[in-house]
């Protein structure tokens, strides 16, 4: 299998590096660890879905 970094994965998903960092963290990247200070990730993951809630106003 063949392993990424996560300013790899960053840039593929569009989403910072630190966000990927928070991700592993979290265990919501499959297959991913540390070595070290530095997360590889299997180069297939697939991007989390977003767990944000979206806001809603009273004026819409």
């Known amino acids: ?3 990424i970094s996560a300013k790899e994965v960053a ?3 569009a989403i910072t590096r ?8 979290e265990g919501r990247i499959q297959g991913a660890f ?3 200070d530095v ?3 299997p180069k297939d993951a697939e ?3 977003d767990k944000r809630k979206i806001k809603k106003y009273a004026n819409e």
Do not use: F, G, N
């Not at 630190?18 to 963290?25: F, I, M, P």
């Open 47 to 49: 991007k989390p879905a």
């Open 34 to 36: 540390k070595v070290s």
């Open 1 to 3: 299998m063949d392993y």
């Open 11 to 13: 840039v593929k998903w």
């Open 18 to 25: 630190r966000r990927v960092q928070v991700l592993c963290e």
């Open 39 to 41: 997360w590889v990730i």
